[in-house]
């Protein structure tokens, strides 16, 4: 009985250790308020009739509903890492993967405010599991790769009238003190320096140079996201927003950090892609 019950204790004290060793899922319980779980109420009910609209028009919709939302940057800094829904506030990035997240949600026979979180993880996430803050896809470029796999976007770019470009992400690495996750967690530096080597690794990147914005734009269609590449040493995409078609004219949605609200941006892409001095081009992507 004591061999027995010595054994047991051992057995019992090695799951533990290895189970203090494996990483260990977040809880997946997202992080909202009431007033969110309203708003998106009344989403569903401004949407009504529209879930039969392409996914390009309902995406534009979605947008539109947003109107005027204050913009916020860094409502997503938060520890431990959950998924945080915010229809409160946004900034660029959320505004993008919020929009998206609702009209997948506006689509499916029996929509819900659990099956649009479910969206938006799986949207947000490296195969939408949350263990830390390193999970989440910093990058745009890792952001489209990861979605296109999952199905959920399409590259564009190319077919759009793009030219092969190298992308070199390293600026989350070279500037950890500008993360507050990073700074508390200084080991995550290197899990981030990894994923960027393997970003910048990948080919098949492609982008509208600046000087053809305007002889592209008639390839692009309402709810494209439309992607803002950087000049910026060590980053890919600064800005990101929805193409908006009005006639021949084509604009974009966004939430801006200048008009701080989402706003639909009054210039021509063109107009507003000559006026931001550190933007070398677009990328376009296609929602599916």
């Known amino acids: 009985m004591l061999q027995r019950d010595g054994l047991f204790f051992l057995l019992l004290l090695f799951t533990v250790a290895c189970k203090g060793q494996a990483p260990q899922p977040a809880d997946f319980t997202p992080d909202f308020t009431p007033e969110d779980r309203a708003l998106f109420e009344r989403y569903l009910q401004a949407t009504e009739t529209k879930a039969t609209l392409p996914s390009g028009d309902l995406i534009i919709e979605t947008a539109r509903f947003f109107m005027e939302t204050p913009y916020a940057a860094s409502t997503l800094e938060k520890e431990p890492e959950r998924l945080t829904v915010n229809l409160r506030e946004m900034d660029c990035t959320t505004f993008v993967e919020t929009c998206i997240a609702l009209a997948r949600t506006r689509k499916a026979p029996n929509p819900s405010f659990e099956l649009f979180c479910d969206h938006l993880r799986q949207l947000r996430y490296r195969d939408g599991v949350i263990r830390d803050y390193t999970d989440r896809l910093h990058y745009f470029s890792d952001w489209l790769y990861e979605n296109e796999r999952k199905g959920f976007v399409r590259d564009m770019t190319l077919s759009t009238g793009g030219k092969p470009r190298r992308v070199n992400v390293s600026f989350m690495s070279a500037h ?14 290197q899990v981030i320096r990894r994923k960027e080597r393997e970003i910048t690794a990948r080919n098949g990147y492609a982008m509208i140079p600046e000087a053809d914005v305007a002889g592209c734009s008639g390839n692009m269609r309402n709810g494209d996201i439309v992607c803002f590449v950087t000049s910026l040493e060590g980053l890919d995409i600064a800005h990101l927003g929805f193409i908006h078609r009005k006639g021949n004219a084509t604009s974009f949605i966004h939430a801006s950090s200048s008009a701080k609200k989402v706003i639909a941006e009054p210039r021509s892409l063109q107009q507003y892609v000559h006026a931001v001095r550190t933007t070398v081009g677009l990328m376009i992507v296609r929602p599916e």
């Open 176 to 189: 950890p003190d500008r993360y507050p996750a990073l700074q508390s967690h200084p080991e995550r530096v």
